[in-house]
């Protein structure tokens, strides 16, 4: 088990293209999630997916945005059109939810793609 | 999501004690407190959950209240390496997703 893997660690785009990321999780963790940091800023919630069922998207994942995962393994994320304030570190993370009753200690988090929009 | 308040920063010296303290006023019975260190350039890396009372690991302790309404994350003998920032988190127990507001920024001088 090497942790949560994202790639690329950076990608630099002009404005209007498309970027894609990469995140693949924990092997046995079933859940999923996104996240965005800006500069100063703590990491904000993007989504997150259950297996391959993307349960809840956040009002910042705009219309530009879409993330899969199929077969509930690894998950991308794409961003259409890039507009400069896209730019900020793209953070995935894992857990292992077992039932609802059952406390989820916590997320294991990638390091991260920063993704720059010139 | 249960927002939290922190100190935007603190400094402190190699070797001492550093309590960190959150403020959660809004926290509900299901809630656990969860804190998460992060380095420059890294993802946010799990410290210590608790849900009341006190709870201790090899890296840290935490000190929460009997109205939970804050929780103190405490750092024992700090090292230059604790340099970093420090988040408070309120979530569900099944924490499908945490309000990470802005953190608290240790700066440990030699």
């Known amino acids: 088990d090497t942790g949560v893997s994202q790639d690329p660690r950076h990608k630099i785009t002009k404005r209007g293209q498309n970027v894609t990321f990469r995140c693949d999780p924990i092997?046995?963790?079933?859940?999923l999630y996104w996240y965005r940091q800006t500069l100063g800023q703590g990491p904000e919630f993007l989504t997150y997916?259950?297996?391959?069922?993307?349960?809840?998207k956040s009002r910042l994942l705009s219309d530009r945005f879409s993330a899969e995962r199929p077969k509930g393994s690894f998950s991308t994320l794409e961003i259409q059109r890039t507009e400069q304030g896209d730019s900020a570190m793209y953070l995935c993370?894992?857990?292992?939810?077992?039932?609802?009753?059952?406390?989820?200690?916590?997320?294991?988090f990638g390091s991260g793609t920063r993704l720059t929009v010139v | 999501l249960a927002k939290t308040t922190q100190p935007i920063s603190m400094d402190s010296y190699e070797g001492q004690e550093v309590n960190i303290t959150c403020s959660h006023n809004?926290?509900?019975?299901?809630?656990?407190i969860t804190w998460y260190q992060q380095f420059p350039s890294q993802g946010p890396r799990f410290i210590i959950q608790?849900?009341?009372t006190k709870v201790t690991n090899e890296v840290a302790s935490l000190f929460i209240p009997a109205d939970r309404k804050s929780s103190t994350l405490s750092l024992p003998r700090v090292s230059l390496s604790d340099t970093a920032v420090y988040y408070c988190?309120?979530?569900?127990?099944?924490?499908?997703?945490?309000?990470f507001g802005s953190g608290t920024k240790l700066n440990v001088k030699p």
């Open positions: 993370a894992s857990s292992r939810y077992y039932r609802k009753t059952s406390p989820n200690y916590g997320y294991t």
């Open positions: 092997s046995e963790h079933n859940r």
């Open positions: 997916f259950q297996n391959e069922a993307q349960l809840e």
């Open positions: 809004n926290i509900a019975t299901n809630d656990y």
């Open positions: 608790g849900y009341k």
């Open positions: 988190l309120v979530g569900l127990y099944n924490f499908n997703k945490f309000y």
